[in-house]
């Protein structure tokens, strides 16, 4: 049995995401304290007690959203000695990249909480509100939706930022244009087309700004080699050397989230397992339509996490 750790990205908090978990285990609540101490405020309140509207802020939503990944993971530890060590590979969608480094001890977890605040400010910073827009496309495979885009852009921004699914794209770029890629795509056949509730146009060349950030941000950050090798977002394939990851991670500020591929990608080296660690079931959903053949499960709460655990210590016995 190969397995795969996979770590979700922004649009997955919910207040009170963690909460359980750090109740339950003492190697959750570590995790909180120790991202509350990196960034010197208290964000465990915010997740826990809201309000909705503040933690969702992408400097919020980012970091908040990977200590619930690694609490997630260090439980894991607790209730089935399960750790990286034991996957064949890692994966995040967008900011789950950085969760799935520090599950795989490449990145350490006050440097992770510090990045993505970075990451978070910038992306929110590199285009004016309003200025943009993303919106998903549903029914269209991923070069349909690249055609939308590219007869949407009109001398503009429109481009593909999310491939995630079959059938489940995701354009982004100046606003105007992606409002006309939600028309064309109507006309084109998609089974429904409209604009996302999201702060800022991700994963798009509007965000090279946030892309000169990180790669400023990434050079003070000392990166190792993961326990398991990085399915990259930008790469939909395995790597391992720092340097590699570190390029990586700067290219998906701006490309696309191949998601799509990634999981295929894993499925086709062996991968019969994939488990996301963190809030919410949105990974493993894209997982059982991407890869049916592969069991999927999530682990967010205490009761998930001794599910897991029960099944994955029966299967190594």
């Not at 998906?252 to 998601?259: F, L, Q």
Request: aromatic residues 4%.
């Amino acid at each position: 049995m190969a397995l795969a750790i996979t770590c979700p990205g922004q649009g997955s908090q919910q207040v009170g995401m963690g909460f359980a978990l750090a109740e339950a285990y003492p190697a959750a609540r570590a995790v909180f304290t120790e991202v509350d101490d990196a960034l010197g405020e208290s964000l465990s309140r915010l997740m826990w007690e809201g309000p909705f509207e503040t933690l969702t802020l992408t400097a919020n939503a980012q970091p908040a959203l990977m200590a619930v990944s690694v609490a997630a993971m260090r439980v894991l530890g607790v209730e089935a000695g399960l750790d990286a060590n034991a996957a064949a590979f890692v994966a995040g969608h967008s900011l789950g990249e950085y969760s799935a480094l520090v599950c795989a001890g490449s990145l350490t977890l006050s440097d992770a909480a510090r990045l993505l605040r970075v990451r978070g400010q910038s992306m929110q910073a590199a285009v004016p509100v309003g200025a943009g827009a993303m919106a998903v496309l549903l029914g269209l495979e991923v070069d349909e939706a690249a055609s939308v885009a590219a007869e949407a852009a009109a001398g503009q921004v429109c481009e593909p930022a999310n491939d995630n699914a079959p059938g489940q794209v995701v354009v982004s770029g100046h606003r105007t244009a992606v409002e006309r890629a939600v028309e064309i795509a109507k006309g084109r056949g998609a089974r429904r087309a409209m604009l996302l509730p999201v702060s800022a146009p991700f994963h798009c060349a509007l965000m090279a700004p946030a892309a000169e950030a990180m790669a400023r941000a990434l050079d003070d950050v000392a990166l190792g080699r993961p326990s398991a090798p990085l399915v990259a977002n930008a790469l939909a394939s395995a790597i391992a050397e720092p340097v590699d990851i570190k390029a990586a991670l700067v290219r998906g500020v701006t490309g696309t989230v191949r998601w799509r591929e990634s999981v295929a990608w894993m499925a086709g080296q062996g991968v019969t397992q994939i488990v996301e660690v963190g809030a919410g079931r949105v990974l493993t959903g894209l997982a059982k339509r991407i890869a049916p053949g592969v069991t999927a499960s999530a682990v967010g709460t205490p009761e998930e996490a001794a599910a897991f655990g029960a099944r994955f210590s029966a299967t190594q016995a």
